[in-house]
């Protein structure tokens, strides 16, 4: 009985949001004292009809980079990982502490320091500019959970994997990337949501021209099309939610095929 009253607080903390951003998308003339809106109206959602080319752009972009972050954090952090998770060595803890440095500094700060060389390379205005900032700025989690996966999985899949034969590469491959399945999901589903969420590296790097579904939020937040802002945050709060879903389903499928439960 505990156990289901604490389920049902945390149920009531996520749905009534969820809830009262329905009701402003289909209200958008409620306003408070009112307890329940007195007209609906379908104006919001006919304006994301009417506009849906430059949303669905905005979003597409937004899970691309994203997806290419996650990607270029994966590639970036697997090496390190493993030295880290394996390896002692002087210093250690001072650089580990370095390289999660990134997640510690408020990001105007970390952004403005990189945006002067980000123009002398001619990376601003292009989506590269914007994977290798954000992959920059979000690698550390990535980086802890693969760390946390190779210490998990420890090195005796490794040495039974080279005693029998298997080269360096067949057992990355083949022995290791498997087992790290669940390390690189929780590490890349927060990168994806950093990524996918943030708007000022975006915008300060992108200098508009890369778009982003926050870009194309964020100023409805402060706008009077206060239906339109509930429509497009509601989605933004379902994507991500729908991708981890999949995402789930597919790392299932893949151990099941592998025999792996």
Not at 236 to 261: Q, S
Request: aromatic share 12%; with cysteine.
């Amino acid at each position: 009985m505990k156990h289901l009253g604490t389920l049902l607080i945390l149920v009531l903390i996520f749905v009534l949001p969820v809830i009262v951003l329905l009701l402003t998308g289909l209200a958008p003339g409620w306003r408070f004292p009112d307890v329940w809106p007195d007209t609906f109206s379908l104006k919001g959602v006919d304006y994301l009809v009417r506009h849906h080319d430059q949303i669905l752009t905005s979003l597409g972009s937004s899970f691309v980079f994203s997806l290419l972050t996650v990607l270029f954090t994966l590639v970036m952090c697997l090496f390190p990982a493993a030295v880290f998770a394996r390896s002692e060595f002087m210093g250690k803890a001072l650089l580990e502490g370095l390289l999660l440095t990134p997640a510690l500094v408020p990001p105007m700060t970390f952004a403005m320091g990189l945006h002067f060389l980000f123009i002398k390379l001619s990376l601003t205005e292009t989506m590269l500019g914007v994977v290798i900032l954000l992959a920059m700025f979000s690698y550390p989690y990535m980086f802890r959970a693969l760390v946390a996966g190779f210490q998990t999985m420890g090195e005796d899949y490794h040495k039974c994997a080279r005693n029998l034969g298997a080269g360096t590469l067949a057992i990355a491959l083949q022995v290791e990337l498997p087992l790290l399945i669940p390390a690189m999901v929780a590490g890349g589903s927060v990168v994806f949501l950093v990524a996918f969420s943030e708007y000022f590296l975006v915008f300060l790097i992108g200098g508009g021209s890369v778009p982003s579904f926050t870009g194309t939020l964020f100023p409805l937040l402060s706008s009077s099309n206060r239906s339109l802002a509930a429509i497009l945050t509601l989605i933004f709060l379902f994507l991500p939610i729908l991708l981890f879903l999949a995402m789930d389903t597919a790392v299932v499928r893949i151990y099941r095929k592998k025999g792996m439960m």
